[in-house]
T-cell receptor, first 115, second 114 residues
Framework: AQSVSQHNHHVILSEAASLELGCNYS??????LFWYVQYPGQHLQLLLK??????LVKGIKGFEAEFIKSKFSFNLRKPSVQWSDTAEYFC?????????????FGKGTKLSVKP | EAQVTQNPRYLITVTGKKLTVTCSQN?????MSWYRQDPGLGLRQIYY???????DKGDVPEGYKVSRKEKRNFPLILESPSPNQTSLYFC?????????????FGPGTRLTVL
C-alpha cells in the first residue's frame, strides 16, 4: 500500500534557524505532493503543492519544497524560521488511478520555534 | 467567504448513543471527504464522496456511515459510538476528485466517547 513517511516527529529550533523537514513516499507512479500546516487549535491549511513542472515549488510564508523523483522525496524548507511557524506540518500525496483525490498523509512533524 | 463548516466543534457522548457530525461547503465542490486525526498517526481517511449519491470507503471506515444527498452537505454518522472513535475529525472538500486539486479543510470536530 502507498505510504508517506515523515522522518522527524518533533523538531525544536531557535528563531532564524534554517528548517528542513523530510518527506518520502512509496509509490512508483505519478503523484501529486502537498505540504499542509496546522497551527495550534486550527484546521489544516495548504502550504504548497507540486503536480508537474519545476520541481522546486514555492509556497506561502517563505516555505519551499523540492521534489526529487529519484529519491521519492519532497522535503520542506525555510531559510529562517519565526516563532509564528510553530505548528504541525503534514506531507501528503495523491496518486493517479485508484481512489483519485484521496490524500495519503504522513504522521506529521511538530515544529517548535523558540523565541 | 468560501469555507467548510462543521458542527458541532466539540462533543462528549457515551458509548452507543448515535450521533451525527455535519459538514457543509459553500464552494459548489463535487468532492468531499472525512478524516480522523489521532496523535502519532496523522490523518486517515474515513469515507469520501466524488459527487451526490456517490460515496466510497476510505482507509478506516469501520463504525461510520455517510450520506451525500445534496452537493453541499456530507454528514458523518456514528450509529453506535465506541471509545476508540474518540478523535479529532476533519471534513474536506475540493472542486473535483482529481488528484491535483487542493482540498479545503473544515475547522475540526473534537469527539470524546466515554
Amino acid at each position: 500500500a502507498q505510504s508517506v513517511s515523515q522522518h522527524n516527529h518533533h523538531v525544536i529550533l531557535s528563531e532564524a534557524a534554517s528548517l528542513e523537514l523530510g518527506c518520502n513516499y512509496s509509490y512508483g507512479g505519478t503523484v501529486n505532493l502537498f505540504w499542509y500546516v496546522q497551527y495550534p487549535g486550527q484546521h489544516l491549511q495548504l502550504l504548497l503543492k507540486y503536480f508537474s513542472g519545476d520541481p522546486l515549488v514555492k509556497g506561502i510564508k517563505g516555505f519551499e519544497a523540492e521534489f526529487i523523483k529519484s529519491k521519492f522525496s519532497f522535503n520542506l524548507r525555510k531559510p529562517s524560521v519565526q516563532w509564528s511557524d510553530t505548528a504541525e506540518y503534514f506531507c501528503a500525496v495523491t496518486i493517479y488511478g485508484g481512489s483519485q483525490g484521496n490524500l495519503i498523509f504522513g504522521k506529521g512533524t511538530k515544529l517548535s520555534v523558540k523565541p | 467567504e468560501a469555507q467548510v463548516t462543521q458542527n458541532p466543534r466539540y462533543l462528549i457522548t457515551v458509548t452507543g448513543k448515535k450521533l451525527t457530525v455535519t459538514c457543509s461547503q459553500n464552494m459548489n465542490h463535487e468532492y468531499m471527504s472525512w478524516y480522523r486525526q489521532d496523535p502519532g498517526l496523522g490523518l486517515r481517511q474515513i469515507y469520501y464522496s466524488m459527487n451526490v449519491e456517490v460515496t466510497d470507503k476510505g482507509d478506516v471506515p469501520e463504525g461510520y456511515k455517510v450520506s451525500r444527498k445534496e452537493k453541499r452537505n456530507f454528514p458523518l454518522i456514528l450509529e453506535s459510538p465506541s471509545p476508540n472513535q474518540t478523535s479529532l475529525y476533519f471534513c474536506a472538500s475540493s472542486s473535483s476528485g482529481r488528484a491535483s486539486n487542493e482540498q479545503f479543510f473544515g475547522p475540526g470536530t473534537r469527539l470524546t466517547v466515554l
